[in-house]
Nanobody, 114 residues
Framework: QVQLAESGGGLVQPGGSLRLSCAAS????????MGWYRQAPGKQRELVAR???????DYADSVRGRFTISRDNAKNTVLLQMDSLTPEDTAVYYC????????WGQGTQVTVSS
């Protein structure tokens, strides 16, 4: 069974930081491009950050310079370090794995509010 298990979401004040983790199982992790997407209420799901199987990094303009995506193939995990958070970052964040097919995690809620 393929599983992407997200963790690390929660409530944080503006200007604060969170680190999201996604642990993958049931796939050859090193083959997969890994990404983080988010969806706010009433909005389309959007790409936040992506790291390919070769280590190429891509970020949404809105998070570039504040968020950092990384992967550890030995641990089958992908991380999203989120700094300088704003209320506009509030959304459900989803882990994605893509190779010959695509898999999604269940999502973790991130709320940025005072």
């Amino acid at each position: 069974q393929v599983q992407l298990a997200e963790s690390g979401g929660g409530l944080v004040q503006p200007g604060g930081s969170l680190r999201l983790s996604c642990a993958a199982s049931g796939i050859i992790f090193s083959n997969y491009h890994m990404g983080w997407y988010r969806q706010a209420p009433g909005k389309q799901r959007e790409l936040v950050a992506r790291i390919t199987n070769r280590g190429r990094l891509d970020y949404a303009d809105s998070v570039r310079g504040r968020f950092t995506i990384s992967r550890d193939n030995a641990k089958n995990t992908v991380l999203l370090q989120m700094d300088s958070l704003t209320p506009e970052d509030t959304a459900v964040y989803y882990c994605n794995a893509l190779y010959t097919t695509a898999y999604w995690g269940q999502g973790t809620q991130v709320t940025v509010s005072s």
